[in-house]
Structure formats: structure tokens, C-alpha cells
């Protein structure tokens, strides 16, 4: 019986995602909820109902504190599993996963959802649970890790389960347990690969059988090419040409070779009369023997060098780093003479390296090596393993060993069998054909079918869309323009895309002389492209920018509005001097002066109401860049 953490969730996206794996129809055979739901409910209705209600127990505990910080994770995904051979069923599974967690986590207490599993040879339970209980306390249990094992063992003996081997929460010997490989050792190990710890602990083994002592153990290997570095008291690392690892690393700490070698009092004394500083590392270097390359031709973009590194281009040289989050430099690749110097001597860098000449090198050339025998050993695998002396390549500056041959060989078996296609398989009992009953009626002559027009080849098909498909993986949100939402459109990024980025010209040139030609038969590709690249935040940043300097452009160029003038009211009319003599001509004059003053008043009214509306609208239509 095993538990083991798979995965935590952070959002309310992740519950429901993780909540729909582990209730997936393949392999899902019985499932149980912390809430009471029918037992035909929906899956979709209980993925929501749990994200839901544990989304909004965070959200307002997050919202409501008053010290501390935010509650980032939700929910944990953890597996329980049981031996192949266990006398195992569903409910039974189930019923020991609960009691586990009830337990160690209070699982009554908090929500929760399990699903048994039995797609697989071991049957094993996922469980989904929520890190703040029903009271609102986190689950903050500092080494549950050993706690659940101790758990895990107790119901082992209870339910008579087969229990693993090397568990060191209740091992009476810790000291003799040896530590399981890492993650990338294992992927190593399935690729039949040595990883340079294994190789190390491989070296020193012989010693370490043959020592009476830690510090006769200590005597053996330094006089015999390894370095000890004291790092102070009783602890301490190996060096072998350019690999060091911690004693620890290697299970060869005080603390073990004394449960192995007994107690030694003057070991500490030892590792300070034999340390010594770490040796300087020599040099790692591949050069080419063409005295005129190509300078950074332009490579597979489904090999490890495109895939797995970047480049920055100097005046004197390009520096390749891992394209990953620490950005680790790998090597330094130079023009004149055409070199490259390694700064890590991994297998990996070792075959970036070997692309990066060979892109600029033509056959024949003599490719020549230095540096630590580990690195150098490197450089010979992966030049085997690419097969280059068959294309006129020679290496120099190594010489192979029977182990490396071997070594060899293994990984070539290796990756043989991976690719090697499994032919199904001759059904044991012969099938008879089937007899038949009756007679079949003959049929009448039909009218012959007019030829249909030739279909091209398969394998020229899957041809075309080999080349349309590593086409279409090149291009980059950078090639669609903004103003057009065009593909490597000449009028914004230029007629020679010389406003194009400087690293990437020559790919806007590529896609921009080859795309045509797949725009009839891969139309539908093509658009479903350009809205996926129109989606993507690089793009949309890009839009966003372009729009506001658009409307920055208008604004400036609009021209200024004349400003309306007051309506004048019409002027008086002079009235001779003999109009005044009669009385009914001088009540008309006050009548037409009364009612020009009504109109003039109305004309300032409408002229003030114009004025309004006008600012107004200037402050909800002002722009702010």
C-alpha cells in the first residue's frame, strides 16, 4: 500500500479539471463525494457543485482576514495505491483509502472526492481534498509524509495487505536503505542510459568493499584519481575529472559508512589531510577542421537544438543557453576558427553542439575534441549515435574503451526496440469462412463505371503534408501584422521584411515564399492558424498598441471645429419723424421693440444651451492616451 502526492490545484479551473480526470469513464469504477448526492447524478453536476463550494469557502476566508496572506492553494490530488496481489475489490479499496485520511487529515471534516481506479494492474484510489477544513483551519501538518506511512503500515497488518519494501518511516535499519533514484535517473535508465551518479557510485564500489575503515576508504580512492573536498566536520564530496557530487549523493555519507565500516575517530582528521582544492577543469571544446563555414546556417526545427536551447547573437561569438526557466549557458559557438566551447559536458549540450557544426560544416571534415574524459566519452556517443562517420565526418582526440563500445550498443538497442513497430499478433484458432445457406443469384451485367480521376500517391500526400505542417509549426504570432491580420504582410513589415525582427527575416522570407503554394489545398488550416495566432497575448498585445497609437494619430490630425456664432436679432428699423406724430405708428414701434427683445433673449437662451451640450461632450469624449 502507497501513497503518493500527484498534483495541487490553485484555481477554481484546476479542481474541475483534476475532479473530470479521475471520474473519466476509463477506469473510473466507484466514486463518493463529502455531500450527499443521488447516485445517478451527473459527473458534470458534481465536478461543479465540489470546484464551486471549495472556490468560495477560500474566496471568502481570503476576503475576510484580517492578517496574513491569501490562501493560494485549494485542493490536493493524492493516490492511493495497493500490490497487484492484494486481495483487493472497489468497496474495499475505497473503504481503506477513507480510513487512511480520516486519520491523518480529519477527512469527515473537510470536503472531499474519491474515485477507485482499475485501469491499471494495482488498483488505487484518487483522492481530491480540500486543504481548509468545515471549521475553516488549513491543513498544516509538517512531515505528514512519515506520519501517513506509519498510518499506512498499521493498516497493512489490519487488513493483511502486502507492504512495500524500504519503507523508512518504520525500517528498524534507515541507514542501510538506500535511496531510489531521481526522476530524470529513472527516464535515464528506461533509455538505457548511465546517468554520471550511477557511473560514479559504480567507480567507487570496488573501494568501498575492499575498506576495513572510513578512513582506509577515504585512502583508497584518493590514491587512486579521485579528489575529496572537506566542506567541514564530517562531510564531504568526490571529485572524479569534471563531476562532483556530496557524499550524500552517492550514500556514501559518514553516517552510512559508519553503520557499514564501524566508528572511526579519526576520520575527520582524515578528510582534512586529503583535501584538496577542486581542481581545475580543463577546457571542453569541439573544433572543426573547415577552414571556411557557413556562420549559422539554419537547422532542423525538430531537433534538440532548435527545441531545447536558445541563442544570443555578440559581435564574436553566439552563446546557447537551455531553454528553461533558469536559462542555464550551455556552450559558446565561434566563427573563426569554427569552434565551440562547452560550458556544461552533458550528453544533451554534447549532441547541441555537434548540430550546430554541422549545419555550417561540409563533408568531408575532421572534427576534433578536448576536455575531461567524461565529456570527450559524451562527444563520441552522440557522434556514433548520429551516424556522421557515414556522411564524411571523422572525430579525433578519443579513443574508445571496450565499456564505451558496450555502453554503445546498449543504447542502440534501446532506441531500436522504441522504434521498432508491434505487428499484431495471429489469432491462435483458425477462422472458418462461412458457408453459404443458399444459392447466390447471379447478377445482371452492369453498365461499366467511368474511370475516376487519378488520386495522387499516399506517401506523396503525407509528403505535402509533412512539409505543410512543419511550414505551419514555424510560423509565430510575430508574422501576423496588426493592421491587416495578414501573414508576413510586405506593406507593414516591409518589402524585404526588413521591419521584420532581425533574428527572424529569414523565417518571415521562408513563410512568405512557401505559404502560397499550400493556400488552395490548406485554406482551412490556414485561417484556423491565423484566428489561433489572433488569440494568442503576444498578438493581442501588439493589436492593443497598434489601436491606441491609432487613435492617438486621429486625435491629432482632426481638425479644430469653427466656433458657431450668437444669433444677432434683427436690427431696428429707423422710423422717419412723422411717424411719431400719429399714436397708433408709435404704439406699433413699441410692439416691434418689445417683441425684438424677446427675440433676443431666446437667441442668448438657445446660444447658452449650445454652449452646454458642447463641453459636455468634449469631457465624455476626451481621450487620455
Known amino acids: ?98 480510513e487512511l485520511y480520516e486519520k491523518t487529515h480529519n477527512l469527515s471534516n473537510r470536503k472531499y472526492l474519491m474515485a477507485v481506479h482499475n485501469d491499471t494492474d494495482e488498483m488505487h484510489v484518487h483522492i481530491i481534498w480540500s486543504v481548509r477544513d468545515n471549521n475553516g483551519k488549513t491543513y498544516k501538518q509538517k512531515d505528514d509524509y512519515r506520519i501517513i506511512e506509519i498510518e499506512c503500515d498499521k493498516l497493512e497488518d489490519k487488513h493483511k495487505l502486502i507492504k512495500p519494501k524500504n519503507r523508512k518511516a518504520t525500517s528498524k535499519n534507515k541507514n542501510d536503505i538506500e535511496k531510489l533514484p531521481s526522476t530524470n535517473e529513472r527516464m535515464l535508465d528506461v533509455r538505457g542510459i548511465v546517468s554520471n551518479k550511477q557511473q560514479m557510485k559504480d567507480a567507487l564500489k570496488p573501494y568501498l568493499d575492499n575498506a576495513s575503515s572510513p578512513s582506509d576508504f577515504i585512502n583508497q580512492i584518493t590514491e587512486n584519481g579521485f579528489n575529496v573536498i572537506h566542506n567541514g566536520k564530517s562531510s564531504f564530496s568526490i571529485q572524479l575529472d569534471d563531476q562532483i557530487f556530496k557524499a550524500s549523493e552517492l550514500n556514501l555519507s559518514y553516517k552510512t559508512l559508519k553503520a557499514k565500516l564501524g566508528e572511526d575517530e579519526e576520520f575527520e ?202 511550414l505551419l509549426n514555424s510560423i509565430t504570432p510575430a508574422m501576423l501584422c496588426v493592421a491587416h491580420k495578414t501573414l508576413t504582410c510586405k506593406s507593414c513589415f516591409g518589402s524585404n521584411f526588413e521591419n521584420a525582427p532581425e533574428q527572424k527575416i529569414e523565417d518571415f522570407r521562408r513563410v512568405n515564399r512557401e505559404l502560397p503554394q499550400f493556400k488552395e489545398e490548406f485554406s482551412k ?66 410692439r416691434r421693440m418689445q417683441e425684438q427683445e424677446k427675440l433676443k433673449r431666446e437667441a442668448q437662451a438657445r446660444n447658452e444651451q449650445e454652449k452646454e451640450k458642447k463641453q459636455k461632450s468634449r469631457k465624455t469624449n476626451r481621450y487620455t492616451p
Open 269 to 470: 582528521n582524515t578528510l582534512s589531510k586529503k583535501h584538496q582544492v577542486k581542481k581545475q577543469v580543463e577546457d571542453c571544446f569541439l573544433i572543426s577542421s573547415d577552414t571556411k563555414p557557413d556562420f549559422m546556417n539554419r537547422v532542423n526545427p525538430k531537433s534538440v537544438l532548435s527545441t531545447k536551447f536558445k541563442y544570443e547573437q555578440h559581435n564574436d561569438k553566439v552563446e546557447y543557453f537551455y531553454n528553461t526557466y533558469n536559462s542555464k549557458k550551455s556552450f559558446e559557438y565561434y566563427k573563426d576558427p569554427s569552434k565551440v566551447l562547452f560550458n556544461d559536458t552533458s550528453r544533451q549540450s554534447a549532441k547541441a553542439g555537434l548540430q550546430r557544426l554541422l549545419a555550417d560544416s561540409n563533408p568531408p571534415s575532421t572534427f576534433t575534441v578536448s576536455g575531461g574524459n567524461h565529456f570527450k566519452k559524451n562527444i563520441w556517443l552522440e557522434f556514433q549515435l548520429m551516424g556522421l562517420e557515414a556522411k564524411g565526418f571523422k572525430l579525433e582526440g578519443y579513443q574508445p574503451k571496450p565499456a564505451d563500445l558496450e555502453e554503445l550498443k546498449k543504447i542502440q538497442e534501446q532506441y531500436a526496440s522504441m522504434n521498432k513497430k508491434v505487428e499484431p499478433k495471429q489469432p491462435e484458432m483458425a477462422i472458418e469462412a462461412p458457408k453459404s445457406v443458399f444459392a447466390i443469384p447471379t447478377q445482371e451485367k452492369t453498365k461499366p463505371l467511368q474511370k475516376a480521376p487519378e488520386k495522387p500517391p499516399v506517401e506523396e500526400v503525407d509528403t505535402v503534408r509533412k512539409q505543410f505542417n512543419d
Open 525 to 590: 488550416e490556414i485561417e484556423e492558424k491565423k484566428v489561433f495566432l489572433e488569440n494568442q497575448h503576444s498578438f493581442q498585445r501588439r493589436y492593443n498598441n497598434y489601436q491606441q497609437e491609432k487613435r492617438i494619430e486621429e486625435e491629432r490630425n482632426k481638425p479644430a471645429q469653427p466656433v458657431e456664432k450668437p444669433i444677432q436679432p434683427e436690427p431696428v428699423k429707423k422710423q422717419n419723424s412723422t411717424e411719431f406724430g400719429n399714436s397708433n405708428s408709435y404704439e406699433e414701434l413699441i
Open 1 to 98: 500500500m502507497i501513497r503518493k502526492k500527484a498534483s495541487s490545484q490553485k484555481t477554481k479551473r484546476g479542481i474541475k479539471r483534476t475532479a473530470n480526470y479521475i471520474l473519466k469513464d476509463k477506469g473510473c469504477c466507484l466514486y463518493e463525494a463529502s455531500f450527499i448526492h443521488r447516485p445517478n447524478i451527473i459527473k458534470d453536476d458534481l465536478v461543479n457543485r465540489l470546484s464551486s463550494e471549495i472556490d468560495d469557502d477560500v474566496n471568502f476566508y481570503n476576503n475576510n482576514r484580517k492578517i496574513g496572506s491569501t490562501q493560494q492553494v485549494r485542493t490536493y490530488h493524492d493516490i492511493v495505491s495497493f500490490h497487484t496481489n492484494d486481495d483487493m475489490n472497489p468497496q474495499k479499496a475505497l473503504q481503506i483509502a477513507k
